[in-house]
């Protein structure tokens, strides 16, 4: 077994997609918005669309370094033997000229096209004589390389519609707009809770049988990536008032609760009990490996008015697949972001492997392009305690429960990237 323990498929397990779908169903969106520069914004969701008061490109303008020039003109020029006089130069942020007939433009990448020009010709393409006049080689097209007023976006137009994560990309282009501010959602915040006697943090000595706290470090940088505010509320014990008493605090303080350990079936795992006292639990249990004792649940008077709860399994790789698969795109949610279907596409196995019953097992994989096309190879091994194969995996295959994996046969690639943004 992956896990080095005795698994126990329990009957009534929730399907991975019905499970990420009640997710995505039960993520409100948090009140509230805030205003920022664009240069505090990134990572963060707009709560309005940002809307465009501005054509892009302001004006015509050029796309290459070269002549811009009338096409009548150059057809005239060379019927008679003679290139074209330059008549202007026109470098980027000069203002918006008129060709004269008969002559043609120096001109520059993003320099207004002058008003009668109907193409520009990139300079690789003419020859100068020795009277300084432009002679073009070849065919030109009418508009070619001219970058149209407007072709990209017009004025009163949205240029981002609310939900949008604020990439890099999407920075640039607000900024392209002259928009210097923006309205965002909150940022969330999440109480954090390690479940565990065995635990202790990084960095504190360790006497043996005792364990290094690497789901919070994870989940925090995991948060961070999402903007999240994180309050870590540490390593709790294992015991049922230590749980309840941190759960009413993370209750209290945050807009979300996400636990680790303490959710399987021992009598040391009281996460759900305790849960279901302080409030209720949605699903208990996903059919996937790693990641089965997934909880989702609430802390409060009901579903709709209580503090979400997610209980992520101890297992480090099981916290993993359980934030990337389920929790983050309820994470997305409340953010106010659309959902977003899980994405796998066909890969070939480069190996095989039996399946596991009763589960869809998520194998860390790494692509391996060396054939042309990619082939999915294990990225180390498989147990959901076992970090090293989720660090250096850059996806998933997704195999079906019940079903054995063979070399050479195609199964769903879920690409690692879909979780960083
Ligand atoms: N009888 C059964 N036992 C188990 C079942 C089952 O169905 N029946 N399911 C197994 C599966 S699958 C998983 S996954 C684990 C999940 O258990 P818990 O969520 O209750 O987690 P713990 O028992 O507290 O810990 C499991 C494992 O993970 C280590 N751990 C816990 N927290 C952390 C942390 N913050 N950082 C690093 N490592 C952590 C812990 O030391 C244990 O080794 O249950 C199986 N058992
Ligand atoms: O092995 Mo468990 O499936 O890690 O979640």
Known sequence: MNCGCAEVVTPGLLD?????ARMIDAAVPVAGRERLALDEAAGRVLAGDALGDLDLPGVDNSAMDGYALRLADLEDAKAKGRGLTVAQRVPAGAGVLHLPRGGCARIFTGAPVPLGADAVVPQERTRIDAQGHVHVEGEV???ANIRRRGEEARAGERVLAAGTRLTPAAIALLASHGIAEVVVRPRLTVALISTGDELIEPGSPRVPGQVYNSNAAMLRALLAQQQCRVLDLGIVDDTASAVQEALIVARDSADLVICTGGVSVGEEDHVRPVVERLGGIAFHGVAIKPGKPFVFGWLGAGAA????LIGLPGNPVASLVGWQLLALPFVHGRQGRPPAPLQHYPVAAGFSRRGPRGRRELLRVVLDW???APVATLAGGQGSHML??????NGYLMIDANTHVEEGHVYGYCPGTQFLG
């Not at 008015?305 to 979400?308: E, M, N, Q, V």
Request: avoid cysteine.
């Open 388 to 393: 090293g194969a989720a660090s250096q995996a």
């Open 141 to 143: 097209s009418a508009a």
């Open 16 to 20: 991975l997609f019905d499970a990420r």
């Open 370 to 372: 060396t054939g042309g």
């Open 305 to 308: 008015s209580g503090t979400p």
